[in-house]
């Protein structure tokens, strides 16, 4: 499920969920920085029903690209690739909006690039289907910032790397959904 802030995708990534199965497992990728971040991830917990398993990675977890726990779960609904994005770079201290030197921006780009392979190997051989919710960001102003700019290159990679080895692809804009894949 790709698509822009509040374009319905996570929504509808919920319903998806419940429709396959009542074992769901939500994993949450967010990390609460700020009132803002407190209230989305409230909203999303109010919306998920009790009888899921919500699992909250750990920053350890993150890096090391282990999403186990999911056992008795029929569906793994990661919600959202984006803040796991954030937090596979919060190591680099890039949440302080820093300049990214051109070595450094490569070693994030290889690591990420591991990171990616891993994941796109559990994610073939999981057993459970996959709802995976991520944003895209490609598709506005160029950022104006370094940070920015490889934040939205590194996410546009995962993006696809993760479309390329989806069975179904979807795009949400104002709302509507149009299956890609």
């Not at 698509?3 to 994993?27: F, Q």
């Not at 700020?34 to 998920?48: P, S, T």
């Not at 937090?87 to 909006?97: A, F, I, Q, S, V």
């Not at 891993?118 to 991520?134: L, N, R």
Request: net charge positive; with cysteine.
């Amino acid at each position: 499920m790709l698509g822009g802030a509040r374009s319905g995708k996570s929504s509808y990534a919920e319903e998806l969920a419940l429709s396959l199965s009542k074992k769901v497992c939500y994993l949450a990728t967010a990390r609460i920085t700020d009132k803002e971040m407190e209230k989305r991830v409230a909203l999303h917990q109010r919306r998920r029903p009790q009888s899921w398993k919500t699992i909250e990675l750990s920053q350890k977890e993150i890096e090391k690209g282990e999403i186990g726990r999911v056992a008795g779960c029929d569906v793994l609904l990661l919600d959202c690739i984006t803040n796991l994005l954030y937090r596979l770079l919060e190591k680099y201290g890039l949440d302080r909006m820093e300049v990214v030197a051109n070595s450094l921006e490569e070693s994030i780009e290889k690591e990420i690039s591991v990171f990616i392979k891993g994941f796109i190997k559990y994610i073939s051989h999981a057993k459970e289907d996959i709802i995976i919710v991520s944003n895209e960001v490609g598709l506005g102003l160029v950022p104006p910032y370094p940070l920015g700019r490889v934040f939205r290159d590194l996410l546009g990679f995962l993006n696809k790397e993760i479309a390329g080895a989806a069975d179904e692809v979807y795009l949400f804009v104002a709302g509507l959904k149009q299956r890609l894949k």
